[in-house]
Nanobody, 124 residues
């Protein structure tokens, strides 16, 4: 069983930065994918970024110029550096993990393990 714990949520002004972390406990396989999703008010879960254990990263549309995802494979910690924040970045951010191979997917249903979510609020 993989346990995911997010930290680092909070509030920021537009144009500011925030950094999220996700610690994965119980991750015992070498091939996996970890991901960040967000759910904005009234919307479904949207992929923010994925990071495979093989180093491959992928971002949600229009996010790669502001967000950076990184993975500490030794500590099993996924981080998301969010820069130039906009009010539309407001939402609940979730960490997710997929442990069946190292491929990452956009569909959130591909991820079995989820964190509890952390709120990000960006004010204008």
């Amino acid at each position: 069983q993989v346990r995911l714990m997010e930290s680092g949520g909070g509030s920021a002004q537009a144009g500011g930065s925030l950094r999220l972390s996700c610690a994965a406990g119980g991750l015992t396989v070498d091939d996996y994918c970890m991901a960040w999703y967000r759910q904005r008010p009234g919307k479904g879960r949207q992929k923010v970024a994925t990071h495979s254990s093989d180093g491959t990263t992928n971002y949600g549309i229009y996010l790669s110029d502001r967000f950076v995802v990184s993975l500490d494979k030794d500590q099993h910690i996924l981080t998301l550096q969010m820069n130039a924040l906009k009010p539309e970045d407001t939402g609940v951010y979730y960490c997710a993990a997929r442990v069946v191979g190292r491929l990452c997917y956009t569909d959130p249903d591909e991820y079995l393990f989820w964190g509890q979510g952390t709120q990000i609020t960006v004010s204008s």
